[in-house]
């Protein structure tokens, strides 16, 4: 029965929305809330599950109007805070053992609470402060019911709503109910601090407060308590700029060193300790990049700094921000509208967020959706700049990517790089290098397990036959040699490997075989014209 109830409630209130929504947009309806707050309203009166559902939805910027995305944002965790007695409890049931061993003193009053959780402070028995928190108790059984409401009634909107079909509804309630169950998982949470601890373990401008030993569990966490102010707290204006430029710093580290970051980055999460060290709480949104991911987003950020659209478009098909084959030469023009548009404004005016979201906006409708970690990283862009803003008006964002670029290139490819001047063919040198052994070895395996067959045969064209043989042998020859002279130039660029006085040895003999090989293929030309 209550599963009944709650379904009638969901139905009269998702359809309600859709019936105020059809009213007011064809203006039978006048009313003085945008449809957007009025959507917003309507999640809040829903509950946890439609609370934290909006603000995943708020990631699709793709997909929503500004004004949804911006009202969706602003969504709070507007509930009462659960008995104490029943806290102790939990924690209790989770560690197996009593409250009094685990700690000496225990605040049964929450400092905080929110949908999912809320937050005790307590003390350990060799004194240290900590912070304990706890999952609401039976949510985990609201948020399965309420997603398999959720996809009834979107099933019953599909059915009269067939065109709703493109932007894949059910794929989407499927995909933020995945990320809100690994959300309320607080395991996932405490694996996830631990690896930003030793992240910036011997960090001297960031800090990450550490879960308490093995006091961790599907439903409670133990983390060490870090006493500061919020990074938008008027105190914290004296150093903005030398604190913009750390957030940025750690960022930079984040994204393209070790491929994990922070992906709520708001300033509720962001504080500043009594050291000047900014400290990140909040782990239970966290974005992953692998290796080729971040080296399309480095060459995104140079093709945008530098104003090239082919390469800008080039990188943003690489991240997969578009899906199947997008027409070049429409989404050419709008590349080109797009800088020219930030070509007139100031540097600390651009914004890496913005541009991310119009390119992807410009494939509406015939592409496919972003994958997650991308949206997590758009958010994350999206939430530190507006961060950097407050910390210094001025700050240029620009300025301190590209005077850096070479370094995150070199620290994502193993390869150095020069930082002052990186453009789109040291970029597509320095990466193809790296490929290389790689895709020779993909292509020898190829050979080895399939073998290469060509099963057409003519009578009567030996000698043709045997002229594109070696026509073909002299292309393939030329290529490696090619291929010789650009590697040799890399070597010697950045001397790489053993040196003889200032002379890089494995540059010179890379010259030393590309001038001998071009000496066979001259010789061999000259001998063929002269037959």
């Known amino acids: ?246 957030l940025v710093d750690a960022y930079l580290h984040q994204l393209f060193v070790v491929g994990i970051f922070h992906g709520d980055p708001h300033p509720g999460n962001l504080f500043v300790l009594e050291d000047g060290r900014i400290c990140f709480h909040d782990f239970g949104l966290v974005g992953f990049l692998d290796r080729a991911t971040r080296t399309n987003l480095i060459a995104f950020m140079l093709a945008f700094v530098q104003q090239d659209g082919d390469w800008l478009l080039d990188a943003h098909l690489d991240l997969g921000m578009l899906g199947g084959k997008p027409d070049r030469a429409e989404f050419r023009a709008e590349m080109e509208e797009l800088i020219q548009d930030y070509a007139r404004k100031p540097l600390k005016d651009w914004s890496f967020g913005e541009v991310f979201l119009r390119i992807a906006q410009m494939g509406q409708g015939r592409s496919t959706r972003i994958p997650h970690h991308l949206l997590v990283l758009l958010r994350a862009i999206f939430l530190m700049e507006s961060t950097l803003r407050r910390l210094d008006p001025h700050f240029n964002l620009i300025e301190g990517l590209f005077a850096q670029a070479g370094r995150m290139l070199e620290a994502i490819e193993g390869t150095s790089a020069a930082a002052e001047a990186v453009g789109r063919l040291q970029y597509e040198s320095l990466v193809s290098l790296r490929q290389l052994p790689g895709r020779l070895g993909q292509a020898l395996h190829r050979i080895r397990s399939q073998g290469v067959e060509l099963p057409i045969t003519h009578q009567g064209l030996g000698p043709l036959q045997e002229e594109i043989r070696r026509s073909s042998a002299r292309v393939s020859l030329a290529l490696v040699t090619l291929g010789l002279y650009i590697a040799a130039s890399l070597l010697m660029q950045h001397s790489l490997g053993p040196r003889w006085g200032n002379t890089p040895v494995l540059a010179v003999a890379g010259y030393v075989l590309a001038l001998w090989l071009t000496w066979r293929l001259v010789r061999d030309v000259c001998r063929r014209d002269g037959s």
Not at 62 to 72: G, T
Not at 230 to 235: A, E, Q, V
Request: hydrophobic share 45%; glycine share 6%; charged share 25%.
């Open 1 to 246: 029965m209550p599963v009944l109830i709650r379904l009638f409630r969901i139905n009269v209130a998702l359809w309600g929305y859709l019936l105020w929504w059809s009213l007011s947009r064809s203006g039978m309806l006048r009313s003085g809330i945008s449809p957007a707050q009025r959507f917003v309203a309507t999640l809040e009166r829903l509950g946890t599950t439609f609370v934290k559902l909006g603000q995943g939805l708020a990631l699709h910027r793709e997909l929503l109007p500004d004004q949804y995305v911006a009202a969706l944002g602003k969504l709070h965790d507007r509930v009462e805070p659960f008995p104490g007695d029943l806290a102790k409890t939990e924690i209790e049931a989770s560690f197996g053992r009593p409250l009094a061993e685990l700690f000496a003193e225990f605040d049964a009053q929450p400092f905080a609470a929110g949908s999912i959780a809320q937050v005790h402070r307590a003390r350990l028995h060799d004194g240290q402060t900590v912070i304990v928190k706890v999952r609401r108790p039976g949510i985990k059984h609201q948020l399965e019911e309420d997603i398999r409401i959720s996809r009834w009634f979107v099933k019953s909107v599909l059915w009269g709503w067939p065109t709703a079909r493109r932007v894949q509804p059910l794929e989407l309630i499927d995909e933020l109910a995945c990320n809100l169950r690994r959300e309320i998982d607080f395991r996932q949470e405490a694996a996830n601090i631990a690896r930003s601890v030793e992240v910036f373990r011997d960090s001297p401008t960031v800090y990450v407060p550490g879960v308490i030993g093995e006091l961790y569990s599907e439903w409670v966490i133990v983390q060490e308590m870090s006493p500061g102010w919020r990074i938008d707290d008027p105190k914290s204006q004296a150093h903005g700029p030398e604190l913009a430029k750390h």
